[in-house]
């Protein structure tokens, strides 16, 4: 279940970080709310970040080859 929960809150994050972005780019926010905005947007880039870097970490250690865990690099999206 924690694992669900992490995913949720993942998205939510990434939801919340989105629409922040959005409200800044219409540029109707004042200096104060635009620095409270992109402070949150940071704190947000963070933990997302956090948790993709966990995931990254997850799945390469359930990667296996000839019964040893192998660590393999993600592709970039350019490779895919």
Do not use: H, N, W, Y
């Amino acid at each position: 279940m924690a694992a669900k929960k992490k995913a949720v809150d993942f998205e939510t994050s990434l939801q919340q970080l989105e629409a922040l972005v959005t409200d800044m780019e219409k540029g109707d926010l004042s200096l104060e709310e635009s620095l409270k905005a992109f402070e949150a947007g940071i704190k947000l880039t963070r933990e997302c970040q956090t948790r993709l870097s966990e995931a990254e970490q997850k799945v390469q250690l359930l990667l296996e080859e000839q019964g040893q865990l192998v660590a393999q690099p993600f592709p970039d999206a350019d490779e895919l």
